[in-house]
Nanobody, 119 residues
Framework: QVQLVESGGGLVQPGGSLRLSCAAS????????MSWYRQAPGKERELVAT????????NYADSVKGRFTISRDNAKSTVYLQMNSLKPEDTAVYHC????????????WGQGTQVTVSS
């Protein structure tokens, strides 16, 4: 059974930091690109960051560049999102996503973890 379980969310003051984790099981983690998405109330889901299966390539939304860092540990089947200098506009539910396109498209989603940035 495929599972993606996010953790590490919470309430933090502006300027603070959080580290999200997403533990994967039930599939070959090292074969999948991993991403973090977020969705704030009343807004479209936004791609935050992506890391390739080998961790050689990372991409970030312009809104988080220089503040967020995505990383992965294939031995632990876990992907991380280090979030620094948090802003109120970073408030959202953060979901991790696994994607493989070869030999066929397979995509999995986690349930999400709430991040609230407020004083």
């Amino acid at each position: 059974q495929v599972q993606l379980v996010e953790s590490g969310g919470g309430l933090v003051q502006p300027g603070g930091s959080l580290r999200l984790s997403c533990a994967a099981s039930g599939f070959t983690f090292s074969s999948y690109a991993m991403s973090w998405y977020r969705q704030a109330p009343g807004k479209e889901r936004e791609l935050v960051a992506t890391i390739s299966s080998t961790a050689l390539i990372t991409n970030y939304a312009d809104s988080v560049k220089g503040r967020f860092t995505i990383s992965r540990d294939n031995a632990k089947s876990t992907v991380y999102l280090q979030m620094n200098s948090l802003k109120p506009e970073d408030t959202a539910v953060y979901h991790c996503n696994a994607l493989r396109v070869v030999p066929g498209i397979e995509r999995y989603w986690g349930q999400g973890t709430q991040v609230t940035v407020s004083s």
